[in-house]
Nanobody
Framework: QVQLVESGGGVVQAGDSLRLSCAAS????????MGWFRQAPGKGQEFVGA????????KYADSVKGRFTISRDNARNTVYLQMNGLKPEDTAAYYC????????????????WGQGTPVTVSS
């Protein structure tokens, strides 16, 4: 049974940094593409970024490009989302997701999801 568990969320001030982690178990993590999504209160789900199985390629939403960085450690079955220069509009629940078959930014294509970790950025 595949499990994805996010951690690292919290309450910070604008301009601060946070690093989210997503630990995977129960599957072949090193073969999956991984994505990060977020959902702000009262809004729909938004793609944040994704990374290929090897870590060689990443893609980011325009809203976070240059501020957020995705990385992964396949030996630890963990993917990270480093968030710098946080803004109040980054406030959301952040979810990691795993995609077994390819490389996508579309949430519906992801096979496994974590429960999310909340991030609140105050101004």
């Amino acid at each position: 049974q595949v499990q994805l568990v996010e951690s690292g969320g919290g309450v910070v001030q604008a301009g601060d940094s946070l690093r989210l982690s997503c630990a995977a178990s129960g599957g072949t993590f090193s073969s999956w593409s991984m994505g990060w999504f977020r959902q702000a209160p009262g809004k729909g789900q938004e793609f944040v970024g994704a990374i290929t199985w090897s870590g060689a390629t990443t893609k980011y939403a325009d809203s976070v490009k240059g501020r957020f960085t995705i990385s992964r450690d396949n030996a630890r079955n963990t993917v990270y989302l480093q968030m710098n220069g946080l803004k109040p509009e980054d406030t959301a629940a952040y979810y990691c997701a795993a995609e077994r078959r390819g490389w996508t930014t579309v949430a519906a294509d992801y096979d496994y999801w974590g429960q999310g970790t909340p991030v609140t950025v105050s101004s």
